[in-house]
């Protein structure tokens, strides 16, 4: 027989053993529920199991005179399983229509969950897109710690979007977890006078017609959703270059121009500087957001440009840029592992401060054991409540503990290890989970064998012991 025709005759065999090879037999495939939350061990339904998103592109109106948003959320991912039906984390707004693969499908809302089921089953290892459209007035959400994350409006009408830990499901629908990181496309219409701005670089900025102008952002490295932001406003924008040749952008409400004119200038320094101490700037472009004062209660490390509250000190610049590589680039694998974030974040400042002719972290460092405010006014607080490695609960991520005693925690490696040791840890860790996420047995295990030093007394008393530490 001819090869051809003993292929015509095998075919319909060669379909059902390739069938069963991929878990389905003939059309149908024999997928399951996607889990409804990843068991983040603080946020248990944040996130959604059984796919990983390779791309966000959001297609966004919105109008301050009304509040209203309309979007259209195009969410490319890929199957870790055979799924039946998957979740979206979204809370409010609401859902007009969803389409997997080009096709309508259905879906139910219960609390923050969007359930979607495709008309036919998605294959294991499968990429499919998901398309929702949606629209309503975007509500604040409020933090397990009382504080307001997700969509919040400044007194003047200017909006703004902040997503730490769960606040981007207020805007956009998504795995909302930090281990599933993706690239994004935000693009964003506004009425004539508004400027919208977003993470990454400004591909275009055009008039759309009817009195509007489009917006388009594209953020080209992986990114953990509770960075995204959107900011709409009448900011003044400027732009610039470190003297490496990253691309800065920064947006300030006009009330506070003057505030932050100086230490706005700064950030490209900042940058160059935080690059020759982490190593590499991990992103195409850095910049600012400064909201007018009183708009939200703190300020967030929103990938490529931070959000302020207001004009911001040069300390909190040196933090919020320094989590570019440190929560941004190298992101928690779990909100418990939020002193990786906040503890590097404020050491950053401390390194700062001793190379700007300000204490040393040594000094620093001691005035926190003594509770000495006369040098940082937060070694008064409660530092020592509990380890850093395990807050008490998801109220409690962000209090001092993982920030100061976080910081302590590096300050007592680099005392073991000495200077040389400790820089290069520090970069190394940057630079081998760049674009990646960690947990805090990565890092303790990376710093050992890094650095070759024993520092499991560091990590007994001052990451997971209870109790206040005294000095060593
Ligand atoms: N990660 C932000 C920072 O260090 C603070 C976020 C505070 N959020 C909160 N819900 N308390 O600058
Ligand atoms: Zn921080």
Redesign the pocket.
């Known amino acids: 027989m001819e090869l051809r025709a003993l292929l015509r005759s095998a075919a319909p065999v060669l379909a059902v053993l390739a069938a069963l090879a991929t878990g389905c037999t003939g059309a149908t495939v024999q997928g399951r529920p996607g889990a409804s939350g990843l068991r983040d061990p603080y946020f248990p339904r944040a996130g959604n199991g059984g796919y990983e998103v390779e791309h966000y592109a959001l297609d966004l109106a919105y109008d301050p005179a009304d509040g209203v948003l309309h979007g259209t959320a195009v969410i490319t991912a890929r199957a870790g399983q055979g799924l039946s039906s998957f979740n979206l984390d979204f809370s409010g707004l609401k859902v007009e229509g969803v389409e997997v693969q080009g096709a309508r499908a259905r879906y139910n809302r219960t609390g923050s969950e969007l359930t979607v089921r495709p008309v036919r089953d998605l294959r294991k290892g499968e990429v499919f897109r998901t398309r929702v459209d949606y629209s309503g007035r975007p509500k604040p959400l409020v933090?397990p710690?009382g504080?307001k994350?997700g969509w919040i409006t400044a007194e003047g009408g200017d909006v703004v979007a902040?997503g730490?830990?769960v606040g981007s499901m207020g805007w956009f629908p998504g795995n909302h977890h930090p281990s599933d990181k993706a690239t994004y496309d935000i693009t964003v219409t506004v009425p004539a006078g508004y400027e919208a701005v977003s993470n990454g670089e400004l591909l275009s900025r055009r008039e759309a017609g009817g009195g509007r102008t489009e917006f388009a952002w594209r953020s080209a490295e992986p990114m953990a959703s509770y960075l995204a932001t959107l900011a709409v406003g009448k900011f003044r924008v400027s732009t610039g270059r470190t003297a490496s040749g990253v691309s800065v952008y920064q947006a300030v409400a006009p009330g506070e121009e003057e505030a932050a004119r100086a230490v706005l200038a700064r950030v490209p320094e900042v940058v160059e500087w935080e690059s020759a101490t982490f190593g590499p700037y991990p992103f195409g472009t850095a910049g600012s957001i400064v909201m007018p004062a009183g708009t939200l209660?703190?300020?967030?490390?929103t990938q490529t440009k931070?959000v302020y509250p207001g004009a911001p000190g040069e300390e909190?610049v040196v933090?919020?840029l320094a989590?570019q590589w440190f929560?941004n680039s190298v992101s928690p694998e779990s909100w418990k592992d939020m002193w990786l974030?906040?503890g590097f974040?404020t050491y950053a400042e401390w390194l700062w401060a001793e190379s700007h002719g300000g204490v040393s972290a040594q000094r620093r460092f001691e005035a926190f054991l003594a509770g000495d405010t006369s040098v940082d006014e937060n070694a008064g607080g409660d530092w020592a409540a509990f380890p850093p490695a395990a807050p008490p609960g998801a109220a409690r991520?962000?209090d001092d503990p993982v920030?100061y005693r976080g910081a302590m925690v590096l300050h007592r490696i680099r005392q073991e290890v000495g200077d040389a040791k400790f820089f290069d840890l520090l970069r190394g860790w940057a630079a081998d989970h760049r674009y990646g996420n960690a947990s805090t047995a990565e890092f303790t295990a990376y710093a050992q064998r890094r650095t070759g030093a024993d520092l499991k007394k560091v990590w007994d008393v001052w990451l997971y012991g209870q109790g206040r530490p005294k000095a060593g």
């Not at 209660?297 to 490390?301: D, F």
């Open positions: 933090d710690d504080s994350e902040v730490e830990p209660g703190y300020a967030l490390e931070p909190l933090h919020e989590h929560g974030n906040e974040a991520i962000s920030y």
